[in-house]
């Protein structure tokens, strides 16, 4: 046992009250004295709260959920006792042990009053009852103060009892829920012999009528009452009868009246809500969220209730995507934009009219996802106002600060340029921002490359950037800082893009290398694809990698000076084959998607009369496969080099042999094998094994043998993606220890009437748009967004919505020197560079418009329509330009016409080109 002070035999009275913010008590004669106990520090010093010459009786104390304390008491300014007030302090600090975090004493009641009671609801309003006098009369009164508001509601008086003899009528308080309230007294002066407890109850609209608790007929004695709201809303009251007795009454759980309206944040599992908390991921473990308001309408009549609702939280501190509401016409809500984003807002204001039958009980709804938000505290009110009906709550909950990863995406072949990736991974680019990543701060889309050049070079450009993404990504509150306080990145990597962060993460010096928390690998080509020794032996890709290699071929060759369109309308085999073979035309990405050795058991090429290679050919000609440069180490033989030429017989190529090296480079930068997903798709035909011809002795260039491209030659199909195999994109050889396989979102043998899932399209269906959201985040976003035009253009397979062209194209524009390119399409919608203004237009929703630095510009358009697209070169500088426009139909890509001539800066020269 403690001693609490020297002079305890001059304590009077004392109150404890122990909460989970620790205990304290009260201690009162002249002076009004706090003790508080917090587990940490123990007991603190004394703190005189009040102190008077005459004396301070009737201390009441109370503290809320979160740390606040209540302090009340009866200040006497006249010893016998008369003319006494009532008088409140209040701690909001949590650790109330230095009286500067007191506040200054609030006068409650200025009328002769005693024997008042304290408690908080909920939400930390705070209750005050007393006994006071109104007309002579005793009187029961009622005051509220609302959360950290500076004063107290005008005294309301809830009983009023003759003033027959001097005892207390004792008023008890107790508060669960702003709109359940239970306050008790002793009608001991009606009847001394036998006192009766009485009570009225707050139901959210209105206090009910006075009545005897039943069973109470013997009375309590003078003080000792004790009253409680347990979390039901069920009130317990417990007291002495005057004979010593012991007396308990409740109202049971059934006659607590339901509240008019009410307000309950769930999460998925319908699990209620009480705060933000972040996962492993950093991201809210709660989403997402829904916040459920139900009214009810209490009457025997029909109700028409106005619900007045609004999400938020002070400052704007707590960002949320609204991704399902009420509608009109039951409810009209607005958003609050965050940084003028519509997926991102920091408040909802909605008026709901909702009419109910008699009892009638009813639910609205809204979805929520939490974005990565500043630590704060997300507040939601909702009232209801219907005629002499009112009620509301209040619910507020802490948010605590998130701390992501930004996120990357490494486009594929046709989305190099920005204009290119914004079209083609818009689906994917929407959800993320949906779930709360920002453009340019913790979402980077803007890695530009030469799709042509080679991998390494990009993965060098891919380096830089994530240094200027770092820096960035720093400057946002809510993003993870490692022990070094540097910032991982998560990375995603589609088609090309893959072999992109490969070359980043194993090749990059340990000194300039960023982390990275993450790798998403989708349909990569990890072991090279088969499509590509089409692309150098065939001359012919087929599908979407046609349509973006063949104008490639031809504007490379004429950079390379190796076909002029002038004299011929088409390049011979024999240009295109030394264009793609040739070091200096800089085609390198394609030598570095070759097939490995080891893609399959079965062989990728075949002769006619299916013996494999190396093939049996006369002596002295050249056989053998070319190996890939990124991936494998070199050949024994120089002629299986990719860039062996009769004018090269010896290229000194590098081999970087990634495949070889991938666990310890990965282990050496810290990334392990749970931390790479691989996306793919094992459910459709993709080309792995082609009958060529038998090689020519006659022609080194075709060692290999020259594909046919006789109707009866087959390619041979192997599961995949349609240009990516199974076997590549997953390489599990190179993943040992890779957790759970692979990451599956198509199914192996998909239903025949599904939709395919090609490879072009793999990061941005809906089942990969949330199957990236979850492996981000750790919850699985609720919302997609849909494909866009052009999805819908690979997905269609060369069917252009909209197109009125006989045969279905494309059409490609390059614009070779220092100019930009302007094109206005049948309809009068432009793409490119505007002369007038310098800015970049966007108006044809099937185009992209390209232009990397120091390359040429180049216009894409998917399905053109028959008629005049008018094009206007500009000049930058003073200097050549040529215009090259190509149309690519079926397996042939034909120049339109070539256009050359100088240049002045600021001018411009307009071409036509006629489509069929």
């Known amino acids: ?142 005051s509220m103060r609302v959360a950290a508001a500076p004063t107290w509601t005008a005294p309301e008086s809830l009983a009023n009892l003759p003033n027959q003899i001097n005892l207390p009528i004792t008023p008890r308080v107790a508060a669960g829920s702003l709109d359940n309230r239970f306050v008790v007294w002793s009608d001991n002066v009606a009847n001394y012999t036998s006192p009766q407890a009485y009570y009225r109850q707050w139901n959210g609209t209105a206090w009910s009528a006075e009545a005897a608790i039943a069973g109470s007929a013997n009375g309590w004695s003078e003080d000792w009452a004790s009253l409680l709201l347990d979390g039901t809303n069920t009130a317990h009251l417990l007291w002495s009868g005057i004979n010593q007795e012991i007396f308990y009454s409740t109202t049971g759980s059934t006659s607590v009246t339901a509240p008019l309206i009410s307000i309950q944040v769930t999460d998925s599992a319908n699990n209620i ?44 501190t707590t960002r949320f995507y609204l991704w399902s509401q009420e509608q009109a016409p039951t409810c009209q809500g607005q958003t609050t934009p965050y940084n003028e984003s519509d997926v991102s807002h920091v408040g909802y204001t909605a008026s709901c009219a909702v009419p109910l039958n008699p009892s009638q009980t009813r639910s609205l709804h809204w979805g929520l996802w939490m974005q990565p938000s500043r630590a704060g505290q997300f507040d939601l009110s909702a009232q209801m106002l219907a005629g002499t009906y009112s009620g509301s709550d209040h619910k507020t909950l802490a948010v605590e600060l998130a701390q992501i990863h930004p996120f990357a995406l490494i486009p594929g072949f046709g989305g190099t340029q920005q204009f290119g990736t914004d079209k083609f991974y818009k689906p994917l680019l929407e959800t993320l921002k949906r779930m709360g990543y920002e453009n340019d701060q913790t979402l980077f889309t803007d890695l530009t490359y030469e799709p042509l050049q080679s991998v390494v070079m990009t993965g060098e450009q891919l380096a830089a950037k994530m240094e200027e993404w770092e820096t960035k990504a720093s400057q946002v509150e809510w993003v993870y800082h490692d022990q070094n306080g540097r910032i991982p990145t998560d990375l995603l990597g589609h088609s090309l893009g893959v072999p992109v962060i490969r070359s980043y993460v194993q090749l990059t010096p340990l000194d300039d290398f960023k982390p990275v928390s993450r790798l998403l690998l989708v349909g990569g080509p990890n072991k090279g694809t088969p499509v590509t020794y089409l692309a150098r032996e065939g001359l012919y890709a087929g ?85 890939n440069p990124l991936l494998e180490s070199g050949p024994s033989d120089s002629i299986n080099d990719p860039w062996w030429l009769p004018e090269n017989p010896n290229p000194n190529t590098h081999y ?50 020259e594909w046919s491209k006789d109707a009866g030659d087959v390619e041979q199909p192997n599961s995949g993606d349609e240009t990516i195999p199974e076997y590549s994109a997953v390489a599990s050889d190179l993943w040992q220890g890779l957790q759970g396989q692979h990451d599956l979102f198509v199914p192996e043998t998909p239903d025949p009437n599904a939709r395919p899932e090609k490879h072009t399209n793999l990061p941005v269906y809906p089942e990969s748009q949330q199957a990236i959201g979850t492996l981000l985040s750790g919850n699985k976003p609720p919302f997609t967004s849909p494909l866009g035009l052009l999805n819908d253009i690979v997905q269609s397979e060369g069917t252009f919505p909209g197109s009125s062209s006989q045969n279905n194209s ?52 998917f399905g053109p329509s028959s008629g005049n697209y008018v094009v206007l070169a500009t000049g930058v500088t003073n200097g050549e330009y040529k215009l090259l426009p190509l149309l690519t139909r079926a397996q042939e890509t034909i120049p339109v016409f070539y256009q050359t001539g100088i240049i002045q800066e600021g001018e411009t020269i307009p071409a036509t080109v006629v489509v069929p």
């Open 1 to 142: 046992m403690q001693s609490w002070w020297s002079q305890a035999a001059q304590a009077q009275s004392f109150t404890l009250f122990g909460s989970s913010n620790g205990v304290r008590l009260l201690d009162f004669s002249d002076r009004l004295i706090y003790r508080g106990w917090r587990s940490s520090s123990g007991w603190s010093n004394r703190i005189v709260l009040a102190e008077d010459a005459n004396f301070i009786q009737y201390p009441v104390i109370a503290a809320d959920s979160i740390g606040r304390v209540g302090v009340g008491y009866a200040k006497h300014y006249v010893c016998a006792c008369y003319d006494a007030h009532i008088f409140y302090r209040e701690c909001a600090a949590g650790d109330c042990s230095n009286l500067a975090l007191w506040s200054v004493a609030l006068e409650v009641s200025t009328a002769t009053s005693l024997a008042p009671d304290l408690t908080f609801d909920s939400l930390g309003n705070a209750h005050f009852v007393w006994q006071g006098y109104l007309n002579y009369n005793k009187s029961v009164f009622y």
């Open 273 to 316: 809500v009480t705060s933000f908390n972040t996962n492993d991921e950093g991201w809210y473990e709660q989403n997402p969220i829904t916040v459920t308001v139900t009214v009810t309408n209490p009457s025997t009549t029909v109700m028409n209730a106005v619900i007045p609702i609004t999400f938020g939280s002070p400052n704007d």
């Open 543 to 627: 599908g979407i990698f046609s349509l973006l290699i063949g104008p490639g071929l031809i504007y490379k060759s004429i950079e390379c000076g190796l076909y002029d369109p002038q004299t011929y309308i088409q390049p011979l085999d024999e240009v295109r084959y030394r264009t793609l073979h040739k070091y200096e035309c800089g085609m390198h990405s394609i030598a570095e998607l070759l097939p490995t050795s080891d893609a399959d058991t079965s062989p990728y090429l075949k002769d006619r009369s299916g013996s494999t290679f190396p093939y049996p050919v006369p002596p002295g000609s050249p056989n053998g496969r070319q190996h």
């Open 656 to 705: 970087y042999d990634l495949n070889s090296s991938v666990q310890q480079d990965l282990a050496d930068r810290g990334i392990s094998m749970n931390q790479i997903h691989i996306f793919y798709n094992g459910a459709l035909p993709t080309h792995q094994t082609y009958i060529v011809d038998s090689p020519n002795p006659a022609s080194l260039l075709w060692r290999n043998g």
């Open 810 to 861: 494309t059409l490609v524009i390059y614009g070779i020197g220092d100019i930009e390119l302007l094109m206005t399409d049948p309809l009068g919608r432009r793409i490119g560079v505007d002369p007038v203004t310098g800015q970049r237009v966007d108006e044809t929703p099937n185009a992209l418009y390209f232009h990397p630095a120091g390359k040429a510009a180049e216009i894409v358009v």
